[in-house]
């Protein structure tokens, strides 16, 4: 099953405050581009990367307030934050492209009440749903999106780990 790392606090927001839609640029020479996974679809765990300085985390809990996505009174900090393992699923289903209409990108994906807030207009945007929490297992990631081998999934116990 693949997995997608990420640094927190978009995970906590991917599973507490609503965001589906995940950001993504590659930058190759200089130049963005589209992630090399770009046109995967399907099902994903989400692995919540151990790396996360305090002024990131400070700067993406200020971004998500000028966005209007959470609260300016929100109790999150680095601390209470779960890294360095999979803390969830998803699946994506579509990709909002920069200088894309992201309403009929939403549409395109079935999800026409989707919260373009989220979107980095500058990014691209993976659309996921069925999005859950699951019990924390450390697990060491890798960038992007990666492969996490059958018989460790079985370690995991995950109930259904590939019913998305």
Not at 59 to 72: F, K
Not at 124 to 142: A, I, K, M, R, T
Not at 149 to 163: D, G, I, K, Y
């Amino acid at each position: 099953m693949k997995a997608l790392s990420g640094r927190q606090p978009w995970w906590w927001a991917i599973l507490h405050a609503g965001k589906r839609i995940e950001n993504r640029v590659m930058v190759v020479r200089g130049r963005r581009c589209p992630p090399t996974w770009h046109r995967y679809r399907g099902p994903i765990l989400l692995h919540a990367s151990k790396g996360c300085t305090k002024e990131y985390f400070r700067d993406a809990c200020i971004w998500m307030e000028q966005a209007g996505v959470v609260p300016t009174t929100h109790p999150m900090t680095i601390d209470d934050m779960q890294r360095g393992g999979i803390i969830g699923r998803a699946r994506i289903v579509g990709v909002i492209a920069p200088g894309d209409d992201a309403q009929a990108a939403a549409a395109d994906a079935d999800i026409p009440d989707l919260d373009l807030r989220w979107w980095m207009r500058d990014q691209y945007g993976f659309v996921l749903v069925d999005v859950e929490p699951l019990p924390f297992v450390p697990y060491p990631g890798s960038l992007g999106l990666f492969e996490i081998p059958e018989a460790t999934l079985r370690l995991f116990e995950f109930p259904e780990a590939n019913s998305l």
